[in-house]
């Protein structure tokens, strides 16, 4: 898990195919009241979280890169909404760690 400048980045490697993260990330928006799923492809899905005290959204694009037949690299991705916002007080990081999380707990 990386943080910088209000942008973060973070990954995992689930013993899935590629497949099944779609169909995951879509249960797993239930479990996150501040997500909104945007789209959701094949290879990506893409997340909206709402603005609270620390920032003003953000947007958060999960990519799935299939390792093999049976493990799958997830990428998770945040960018604030506001391009030129500098601080989120540490809610980019907690958005990708919640939404990795919640991801895994559907697999």
């Not at 991705?77 to 601080?87: A, G």
Request: glycine letters at 6%.
């Amino acid at each position: 898990m990386t943080s910088k400048r209000a942008r973060a980045r973070g990954e995992m490697v689930v013993a899935a195919p590629a497949a099944a993260l779609p169909p995951a990330v879509e249960r797993a928006a239930f479990q996150l009241p501040r997500m909104t799923v945007t789209g959701i492809w094949a290879d990506r899905a893409e997340m909206s979280a709402a603005t609270n005290w620390k920032t003003f959204g953000a947007n958060i694009v999960l990519t799935f890169e299939p390792l093999d037949a049976g493990s799958t690299r997830v990428l998770a991705t945040s960018t604030p909404q506001v391009s030129t916002t500098l601080l989120d007080y540490g809610q980019g990081k907690s958005d990708v760690t919640d939404v990795l999380q919640a991801v895994a707990a559907q697999l």
